[in-house]
């Protein structure tokens, strides 16, 4: 029995109650500042990379629902929240997790960023750290990942405690919203940046447009010569702004006469005919050449030199190519085409024929050059297929929609100058390698520190700037590295998956660099073909029928689509391209045979 007085005791407990007030006060102060860390609310208040993080029911480590994130890749399943805290205060993060190589740490603090991790949880273990932040510091971002290559791992009950920050305050309107140059069926539109603003709304009339991050957006999907006003909010955890002052942008007028791909059946078959060179698929002349080619690009008009501009084309050489017509017999066959309701292009480039347009002078005679060709040949237009290191980017141009670099810049003046030309029935089509365009989604030009390969996405900047006249897309889906789509994962060619997942990409649009505020907006399904070899001999990524077949299947009903789940179903999908007619007839016309066989509706 404890035989202390009475009075002690109270002198005693006044005593550590004096001596403990302060402690015992600073805990008061600490709160719990993570929201929604026990995932019970869903993915309310994260955000996890390339759509990695997904709420589970079971294994959960306290209440209903848990984390689960799969990495994938170039990928960790990197999950963040940022939190409001206070300058100079200490903090305590803590989470349960499953799984290996789970790491969970703070960026942000003002003074040194922290980890922890562990590399094997079966079952669920705790992790904990400590920080201070910076005499300067408001936010913090806290974050849990996993490791490139490894299987989901699992977390709950993640805990940030320590002084709250000053409550976040709702942003004011945007101001200087304005309207850039609109084409068509788009309107861009910059602002400026707001105070303590995460992201901003653009709004259409009372609708909601998009979201992003930055001060400038481009709205598409307009009607053309119609006008449209245009509202700006700003938001943060605290809410949402008032809207911006309006602004009204009437978008430029469609073609009259007629719209690009006029003329063109809803399913179009795109095929390159080796009319001025031969190899082992052999020669075919343009009156050969079936009724199922709707589109015949001649392969290829090349320049003088890489960066002179100036394009020439001719027939085969007889020597080289036994059997070729004659120049008039080659010209009445493009008529006859063409009475059968047929496109003839001439495409610029392949992969000997590297054209640079560095000067103005070589953009002029670019024009100039191919003017005569199309001329003198009847053609209906233009294709692009500038490969190898005909298009790179200038270390920092870093924004397609605005790009700087030379070769870019007039490579887009001569189209647009060839277009005004010939007018709205001008057939416009481009051929580049995923390389160019949807690696963009992870890397762009040599990036902002330069180093990376310059040429990455560099076709980009020149589709969206001529996304309003471009008749088709065809990106050849072969010859190609694993490209990662929009699920974060890499995918190979040859498969149906790969052309799913590239051509979600271009259907869907995609963040450019990963930057969200700078996003390469969708194409129009009419606009897009899917680029394949004819055959095995054609090109490396051969791709067999049935995955072919499977790959339409996806994209156009939204049926046998494998893993991949895409962004959409596109009914309107123009059709597919393939290098090339020659190496289709020395296959027995396999490809075209199919193409034909294949039931759209």
Same mark, same amino acid.
């Given at each position: 029995?404890?035989?202390?007085?009475?009075?002690?005791?109270?002198?005693?407990?006044?005593? !550590?109650?004096?001596? =403990?007030?302060?402690?015992?006060?600073?805990?008061?102060?600490?709160?719990?500042?993570?929201?929604?860390?026990?995932?019970?609310?869903?993915?309310?208040?994260?955000?996890?990379? %390339? =759509?990695?993080?997904?709420?589970?029911?079971?294994?959960?480590?306290?209440? #209903?629902?848990?984390?689960?994130?799969?990495?994938?890749?170039?990928?960790?399943?990197?999950?963040?929240?940022?939190?409001?805290?206070? *300058?100079?205060?200490?903090?305590?993060?803590?989470?349960? @997790?499953?799984?290996?190589?789970?790491?969970?740490?703070?960026?942000?603090?003002?003074?040194?960023?922290?980890?922890?991790?562990?590399?094997?949880?079966?079952?669920?273990?705790?992790?904990?750290?400590?920080?201070?932040?910076?005499?300067?510091?408001?936010?913090?971002?806290?974050?849990?990942?996993?490791?490139?290559?490894?299987?989901?791992?699992?977390?709950?009950?993640?805990?940030?405690?320590?002084? =709250?920050?000053? &409550?976040?305050?709702?942003?004011?309107? $945007?101001? +200087?919203?304005?309207?850039?140059? $609109?084409?068509?069926?788009?309107?861009?539109?910059?602002?400026?940046?707001?105070?303590?603003?995460? %992201?901003?709304?653009?709004?259409?009339?009372? %609708?909601?447009?998009?979201?992003?991050? +930055?001060?400038?957006?481009?709205?598409?999907?307009?009607?053309?010569?119609?006008?449209?006003?245009?509202?700006?909010?700003?938001?943060?955890?605290?809410?949402?702004?008032?809207?911006?002052?309006? !602004?009204?942008?009437?978008?430029?007028?469609?073609?009259?006469?007629?719209?690009? +791909?006029?003329?063109?059946?809803?399913?179009?078959?795109?095929?390159?005919?080796?009319?001025?060179?031969?190899?082992?698929?052999?020669?075919?002349?343009?009156?050969?050449? *079936?009724?199922?080619?709707?589109?015949?690009?001649?392969?290829?008009?090349? &320049?003088?030199?890489?960066?002179?501009?100036?394009?020439?084309?001719?027939?085969? *050489? #007889?020597?080289?190519?036994? =059997? @070729?017509?004659?120049?008039?017999?080659?010209?009445? %066959?493009?008529?006859?085409?063409?009475?059968?309701?047929?496109?003839?292009?001439?495409?610029?480039?392949?992969?000997?024929?590297?054209?640079?347009?560095?000067?103005?002078?070589?953009?002029?005679?670019?024009?100039?050059?191919?003017?005569?060709?199309?001329?003198?040949?009847?053609?209906?237009?233009?294709?692009?297929?500038?490969?190898?290191?005909?298009?790179?980017?200038?270390?920092?141009?870093?924004?397609?929609?605005?790009?700087?670099?030379?070769?870019?810049?007039?490579?887009?003046?001569?189209?647009?100058?060839?277009?005004?030309?010939?007018?709205?029935?001008?057939?416009?089509?481009?051929?580049?390698?995923?390389?160019?365009?949807?690696?963009?989604?992870?890397?762009?030009?040599?990036?902002?520190?330069?180093?990376?390969?310059?040429?990455?996405?560099?076709?980009?900047?020149?589709?969206?700037?001529?996304?309003?006249?471009?008749?088709?897309?065809?990106?050849?889906?072969?010859?190609? +590295?694993?490209?990662?789509?929009?699920?974060?994962?890499?995918?190979?060619?040859?498969?149906?998956?790969?052309?799913?997942?590239?051509?979600?990409?271009?259907?869907?649009?995609?963040?450019?660099?990963?930057?969200?505020?700078?996003?390469?907006? #969708?194409?129009?399904?009419?606009?897009?073909?899917?680029?394949?070899?004819?055959? $095995?001999?054609?090109?490396?990524?051969?791709?067999? *029928?049935?995955?072919?077949?499977?790959?339409?299947?996806?994209?156009?009903?939204?049926?046998?689509?494998?893993?991949?789940?895409?962004?959409?179903?596109?009914?309107?999908?123009?059709?597919?391209?393939?290098?090339?007619?020659?190496?289709?007839?020395?296959?027995?016309?396999?490809?075209?045979?199919?193409?034909?066989?294949?039931?759209?509706?």
């Amino acid at each position: 029995m404890d035989r202390t007085p009475l009075a002690a005791l109270v002198v005693a407990l006044a005593a !550590v109650l004096t001596l =403990g007030g302060p402690t015992a006060t600073a805990r008061a102060a600490d709160a719990e500042l993570a929201r929604n860390g026990g995932f019970e609310a869903g993915l309310d208040g994260w955000s996890c990379t %390339a =759509g990695s993080g997904a709420v589970v029911a079971a294994p959960v480590h306290g209440g #209903a629902q848990a984390l689960r994130a799969t990495p994938a890749g170039g990928d960790n399943a990197r999950c963040t929240q940022t939190v409001t805290v206070r *300058p100079d205060s200490a903090y305590t993060l803590s989470g349960w @997790v499953r799984g290996g190589y789970v790491h969970l740490g703070a960026s942000g603090t003002g003074t040194t960023d922290v980890s922890t991790w562990t590399q094997s949880a079966p079952d669920w273990q705790r992790l904990t750290t400590t920080f201070r932040t910076g005499p300067a510091t408001r936010a913090v971002t806290v974050h849990v990942h996993g490791w490139y290559g490894t299987g989901a791992y699992h977390a709950d009950d993640l805990s940030l405690t320590g002084p =709250g920050g000053d &409550p976040a305050q709702v942003p004011a309107a $945007p101001a +200087g919203l304005t309207a850039g140059t $609109p084409g068509p069926t788009s309107v861009p539109l910059s602002w400026t940046p707001v105070a303590g603003a995460t %992201a901003y709304h653009v709004y259409r009339g009372t %609708a909601r447009a998009l979201t992003v991050t +930055g001060t400038t957006a481009t709205v598409t999907g307009l009607a053309p010569a119609t006008p449209h006003t245009f509202q700006v909010t700003a938001v943060n955890a605290a809410g949402e702004s008032p809207k911006s002052a309006a !602004v009204t942008a009437t978008t430029a007028p469609g073609p009259t006469d007629p719209p690009p +791909g006029q003329g063109l059946p809803p399913h179009a078959l795109v095929g390159y005919l080796h009319a001025s060179f031969a190899n082992g698929s052999g020669y075919t002349r343009m009156a050969d050449v *079936p009724d199922s080619w709707d589109v015949i690009n001649l392969a290829f008009g090349e &320049p003088t030199s890489v960066t002179s501009g100036d394009i020439r084309f001719s027939l085969c *050489p #007889a020597a080289e190519c036994p =059997g @070729v017509e004659s120049a008039a017999d080659f010209k009445a %066959a493009i008529k006859a085409k063409q009475a059968a309701g047929k496109k003839v292009l001439i495409s610029i480039g392949g992969q000997n024929g590297q054209v640079r347009l560095a000067t103005p002078a070589a953009r002029d005679t670019f024009v100039a050059s191919v003017s005569r060709i199309i001329d003198e040949y009847g053609l209906d237009g233009l294709d692009i297929d500038f490969e190898g290191h005909s298009l790179s980017l200038a270390t920092g141009d870093t924004d397609f929609r605005d790009p700087t670099t030379p070769v870019i810049v007039h490579l887009i003046s001569a189209l647009k100058t060839l277009k005004a030309a010939y007018g709205p029935g001008f057939v416009l089509t481009m051929a580049p390698e995923t390389f160019f365009v949807q690696l963009g989604h992870q890397y762009y030009g040599s990036g902002p520190w330069g180093g990376q390969d310059p040429r990455a996405g560099a076709y980009l900047p020149v589709i969206h700037a001529l996304r309003d006249d471009l008749t088709l897309l065809h990106v050849q889906d072969y010859n190609s +590295g694993p490209i990662m789509g929009l699920d974060g994962r890499y995918h190979s060619m040859g498969t149906a998956d790969f052309h799913i997942a590239m051509t979600d990409m271009l259907l869907t649009g995609f963040p450019v660099a990963g930057d969200a505020s700078r996003s390469f907006p #969708a194409l129009r399904p009419e606009q897009v073909a899917i680029g394949l070899p004819a055959s $095995p001999h054609a090109g490396n990524g051969h791709t067999a *029928p049935a995955e072919v077949r499977q790959a339409l299947d996806c994209l156009t009903r939204g049926v046998n689509c494998g893993a991949y789940r895409t962004h959409g179903t596109w009914p309107a999908l123009r059709g597919l391209m393939t290098w090339s007619v020659n190496w289709d007839r020395f296959g027995g016309w396999e490809f075209s045979k199919n193409f034909d066989a294949y039931g759209w509706s």
